[in-house]
């Protein structure tokens, strides 16, 4: 226990819970845009709440499970031969498949109803999911996101009980944040679309990850995050300058003569 207190062991868990919570922006986004279907304030925090537990659960549960991730993370479980070279799929390239063909269907899904519209040219809104499957939604998603980041940790950190207060310390926070990014991304279209964009590239990207034993390519995630902040500070400048027109517009339409 004393090993965790030492300056190495609380460097890993300063760095680690950094990271931690960067490998989860994509999922605090995810959560957020499914949080805003739930029409009850009660609703959201609840859902929070279990998002915040599931989060923890899965990724102690993986962490104790982590000799068995490390030694059979990569097992073949599913493999064909084409063209005399035999391709491997292991566990974690099924839940990458798995998760980030969900991720795209999901995102694609919700980008279709920003487009539809009735007759009159309004937006069509969806009816309201139940508060189950809205947390199935979640878990299943966080726990892909889950076993990514665990895999990142068990390269940067050598105890697991680092891991263990890292993962626990990084999901708090998030839980904290989520609510305040939640309601930013709602009250701004432009930046949901913004996320959802996020969302369908990411999702490409684990989809693209699951196919890395036949590819043997791998897209680094610091270049979907560096695109996604300079997307973000544009929009923002963007939401600024709008916010400056509408108020000069006002100002020059209240100096009018009657």
Same mark, same amino acid.
């Given at each position: 226990?004393?090993?965790?207190?030492?300056?190495?062991?609380?460097?890993?868990?300063?760095?680690?819970?950094?990271?931690?919570?960067?490998?989860?922006?994509?999922?605090?986004?995810?959560?957020?845009?499914?949080?805003?279907?739930?029409?009850?304030?009660?609703?959201?925090?609840?859902?929070?709440?279990?998002?915040?537990?599931? +989060?923890?659960?899965?990724?102690?549960?993986?962490?104790?499970?982590?000799?068995?991730?490390?030694?059979?993370?990569?097992?073949?479980?599913?493999?064909?031969?084409?063209?005399?070279?035999?391709?491997?799929?292991?566990?974690?390239?099924?839940?990458?498949?798995?998760?980030?063909?969900?991720?795209?269907?999901?995102?694609?899904?919700?980008?279709?109803?920003?487009?539809?519209?009735?007759?009159?040219?309004?937006?069509?809104?969806?009816?309201?999911?139940?508060?189950?499957?809205?947390?199935?939604?979640?878990?299943?998603?966080?726990?892909?996101?889950?076993?990514?980041?665990?895999?990142?940790?068990? +390269?940067?950190?050598?105890l697991?009980?680092?891991?263990?207060?890292?993962v626990?310390?990084?999901?708090?926070?998030?839980?904290?944040?989520?609510?305040?990014?939640?309601?930013?991304?709602?009250?701004?279209?432009?930046?949901?679309m913004?996320?959802?964009?996020f969302?369908?590239?990411?999702?490409?990207?684990l989809?693209?990850?699951?196919?890395?034993?036949?590819?043997?390519?791998?897209?680094?995630?610091?270049?979907?995050?560096?695109?996604?902040?300079?997307?973000?500070?544009?929009?923002?400048?963007?939401?600024?300058?709008?916010?400056?027109?509408?108020a000069?517009?006002?100002?020059?339409?209240?100096?009018?003569?009657?």
């Amino acid at each position: 226990m004393s090993q965790i207190f030492t300056f190495d062991s609380l460097v890993s868990l300063v760095t680690l819970t950094v990271l931690e919570i960067v490998l989860g922006i994509d999922n605090v986004i995810f959560v957020s845009i499914i949080l805003n279907k739930l029409p009850e304030a009660k609703q959201r925090l609840n859902a929070r709440k279990v998002w915040m537990i599931a +989060g923890i659960a899965i990724r102690i549960g993986l962490l104790m499970l982590l000799t068995t991730l490390v030694q059979h993370g990569q097992k073949e479980i599913i493999g064909f031969t084409l063209s005399a070279k035999h391709y491997s799929f292991g566990l974690r390239d099924i839940i990458m498949l798995a998760g980030g063909l969900f991720l795209v269907y999901k995102t694609i899904g919700e980008i279709h109803e920003k487009f539809n519209f009735d007759s009159t040219g309004s937006i069509i809104k969806p009816k309201s999911s139940a508060f189950g499957a809205l947390l199935l939604q979640i878990v299943l998603v966080d726990t892909v996101f889950s076993f990514d980041s665990i895999i990142t940790a068990v +390269g940067l950190a050598k105890l697991v009980q680092v891991m263990m207060v890292a993962v626990v310390i990084a999901m708090i926070l998030m839980f904290f944040f989520s609510e305040k990014i939640s309601s930013f991304i709602h009250k701004y279209p432009s930046l949901k679309m913004l996320a959802l964009s996020f969302l369908l590239l990411v999702g490409f990207s684990l989809f693209f990850e699951g196919l890395e034993p036949i590819h043997g390519s791998h897209i680094d995630k610091g270049y979907i995050y560096f695109a996604m902040a300079f997307s973000f500070v544009v929009e923002v400048l963007n939401i600024k300058l709008r916010k400056k027109a509408k108020a000069l517009k006002e100002k020059e339409k209240d100096q009018l003569p009657l």
